[in-house]
């Protein structure tokens, strides 16, 4: 199982097995296509990636709704997915102009500032590979974890302390992975995100996870339009 979030030299992955205590590494890669190589060369049966795959289109992505309203106080983590004929628009006016035009809203500079990265993915993968490669959303995954929206922002001492508690049952190491020689570039909230998509990946290979939005729907290129916790 692969959790994987992005950070700013590329992408940093949690391999993990299926149950607790199962051995645990961490990695980083400078290209999704070698992440989603680990389907390919059976490394990993399930990959759970931290960005938007499956993008609607005349409406804005119901699994964004649900995850919102799962967030309760924390639904500003969650920025709304672009629509899929914006991803062509090379400058954020023209993004948002044709976002606004197929969904009646515009798009932020997040969302656009994640174009490539969401290009990337999307090259890396086929529909066919899905559910074994599912989008999650890490703030998502902590909240089913814990039952309830978390209380501190991720990059708050008080937030990583939250999160490296709810995550320590399920990867004990945690700690001393946090103490040890850090990974160049990759920060401390990369690094819990990354273990919250490894936590969502073993629910998937165990058939236990969460998927929110419409399950039938797929985009042009055939991809999902869910997310999973």
């Given at each position: ?27 980083v890669a ?191 290129q055939g ?7």
């Open positions: 199982m692969c959790g994987v979030d992005g950070y700013p030299d590329g992408w940093v992955a949690v391999l993990t097995g299926t149950s607790v205590g199962d051995e645990t590494t961490v990695l400078a290209d999704f296509a070698d992440i989603a190589q680990m389907i390919t060369n059976g490394a990993a049966s399930v990959v759970a990636v931290d960005m938007p795959i499956g993008l609607d289109r005349g409406q804005r992505r119901s699994a964004d709704q649900a995850a919102r309203q799962l967030l309760g106080r924390r639904r500003s983590s969650m920025f709304t997915s672009p629509p899929e004929v914006s991803i062509a628009a090379e400058t954020h006016a023209e993004a948002t102009a044709l976002a606004a035009a197929d969904t009646g809203s515009g798009l932020s500079m997040q969302a656009f500032r994640l174009f490539p990265r969401i290009h990337e993915v999307r090259a890396a993968i086929t529909a066919k590979q899905q559910p074994a490669i599912s989008e999650v959303h890490p703030e998502t995954s902590f909240a089913v974890l814990a039952g309830q929206p978390l209380d501190h922002a991720k990059k708050d001492l008080a937030g990583i302390v939250e999160r490296v508690e709810l995550l320590e049952p399920h990867f004990p190491k945690i700690r001393d992975r946090l103490l040890s020689t850090p990974l160049k570039g990759v920060a401390v909230d990369d690094l819990l995100d990354a273990h919250a998509a490894a936590w969502t990946a073993r629910r998937i290979a165990n058939g236990t996870a969460v998927v929110l939005g419409d399950t039938d729907r797929r985009d042009s991809f999902r339009l869910t997310i999973t916790a």
